[in-house]
């Protein structure tokens, strides 16, 4: 079973895995390329983890063994002695295939190299690997720690043992529900809800109700934590537009067009939570302001 996990990638994602796994009680190298990065990652844990503390979800002796089971890393060098490593960067298809090229040279044979992507091909990412057979796509929903579903995808060459270790490690120690989902653009969360944001965004140009009457209307209407809206700026609005217009390009259905008030916050720089203003605006800590 695996012990010993790397998170390569610490952005959101990256972290939200990184502490769900700590706190399962696994030993975590996350890795990201500079050390800025790296300090962000930190003090956006800490805050996470403050959180739980003010709700009385853990105590303070529960998050200081919680970080000092997440050791920051700037080399994938790292991670050789990984039983699993999970690839969290930025949805594009080259970085992410130039990290698999990388950790063939530092991984054992045996070890299995997951993708978090939500849109992109895992038989085309496990062709860059020397060992296709261990690649495997583990799409977590955030927050990890308190989604309790995660979309196992093979790749035309993954092995049965690969994925067989790979759902019991998600059900047996992570205890969550592993789906199993072949191989298409977006899976089955992604999808789904950014076809979901993608009409929430269409009403709102259309005049048809304002930002907050529809996440409104979905939140208590449908017994959603977050309206579509509010989940769009939590994912992060460029997060969103990549992965409409992967689905675009790929499927070729209108239905995939990204809105064109999406791609004007995104050009603006107002992606959400991460930069603290999208469609609502936002706390330092991701609390929700307006």
């Known amino acids: 079973m695996f012990k010993i996990i790397g998170v390569v990638g610490a952005g959101t994602m990256g972290q939200s895995i990184a502490e ?25 844990l800490e805050q996470s983890l403050d959180r739980q503390m003010e709700r009385w979800a853990i105590t303070a002796a529960e ?15 790292y991670l050789t002695d ?9 949805e594009d298809l080259d970085a992410k295939k130039e990290v698999f090229r990388q950790l063939d040279g530092i991984l054992a044979n045996n070890a299995v190299l997951a993708s978090n992507t939500s ?29 309790d579903v995660v979309e196992i995808i093979r ?16 059900e047996d120690v992570l205890a969550k529900k592993g789906v199993m989902v072949y191989e298409s653009p977006g899976f089955v969360t992604t999808r789904l809800i950014c076809l979901l944001i993608n009409e929430a965004l269409h009403l709102l140009e259309e005049g048809v109700a304002s930002t907050s009457d529809i996440d409104s209307a979905m939140r208590i209407g449908y017994s959603f934590e977050h309206g579509p809206l509010e989940m769009a700026d939590r994912f992060g609005l460029d997060s969103v537009l990549a992965a409409l217009d992967r689905m675009f390009r790929e499927f070729g259905e209108l239905k995939y067009r990204p809105s064109f008030l999406l791609k004007k916050k995104v050009r603006a ?22």
């Open 20 to 44: 769900m796994l700590a706190v399962k009680g696994m030993d975590v190298h996350l890795v990201e390329r500079t050390p800025e990065r790296l300090q962000n990652a930190r003090e956006m």
């Open 63 to 77: 998050k200081k063994l919680t970080l000092n089971r997440i050791h920051m890393e700037t080399s994938l060098q």
């Open 82 to 90: 990984c039983d699993l490593v999970i690839e969290t960067i930025s």
């Open 119 to 147: 849109t992109l091909s895992l038989t085309e990412l496990a062709g860059t690997s020397a060992y296709p057979e261990r690649v495997i796509g583990m799409h977590f929903v955030y927050p990890a720690l308190r989604i």
């Open 155 to 170: 790749g035309l060459q993954t092995s049965d043992d690969t994925f067989d270790r790979t759902k019991s490690f998600i």
């Open 269 to 290: 720089g107002q992606l959400g939570v991460k930069s603290g203003i999208g469609f609502f605006k936002y706390g330092k800590d991701g609390e929700r302001l307006s």
